[in-house]
């Protein structure tokens, strides 16, 4: 078992920047791959970046490559999304997932844990 939260939401203006953490405890944080998702009003949860239990793959959705950054740091158990460039389509709630698995997967139901999300208002 393994438990998410998130932190680092809130509302930005469009071109600011934010920095997700998500921090998990119970098992071993490096026995699991992890991904960032995100769920916009009215829409089907989307994966957002991914990142490998080693950190050596990582995937970015087309629309946020350039912008987004995700990163892990197993020593404090956390993974962290940063985002640049922002813009009011990327309104949405934020969610980190985790896998018990070598590789990540980009379909919200091949992950086991979730955290219960951070708001991200991007205002034009």
């Known amino acids: 078992q393994v438990q998410l939260v998130e932190s680092g939401g809130g509302l930005v203006q469009a071109g600011g920047s934010l920095r997700l953490s998500c921090v998990a405890s119970g098992r071993p944080f490096s026995t699991y791959a992890q991904g960032w998702f995100r769920q916009g009003p009215g829409k089907a949860r989307e994966v957002v970046a991914a990142?490998?239990?080693?950190?050596?793959?990582?995937f970015y959705e087309d629309s946020v490559k350039g912008r987004f950054t995700i990163s892990r740091d197993d020593a404090k158990n956390t993974v962290y999304l940063q985002m640049n460039s922002l813009n009011p389509q990327d309104t949405a709630v934020y969610y980190c997932?985790?896998?018990?698995?070598?590789?990540?997967?980009?379909?919200?139901?091949?992950?086991?844990?979730w955290g219960q999300g951070t708001q991200v208002t991007v205002s034009s």
């Open positions: 990142i490998s239990r080693s950190g050596g793959r990582i």
């Open positions: 997932a985790a896998r018990r698995s070598v590789i990540f997967s980009t379909t919200p139901n091949e992950y086991e844990y």
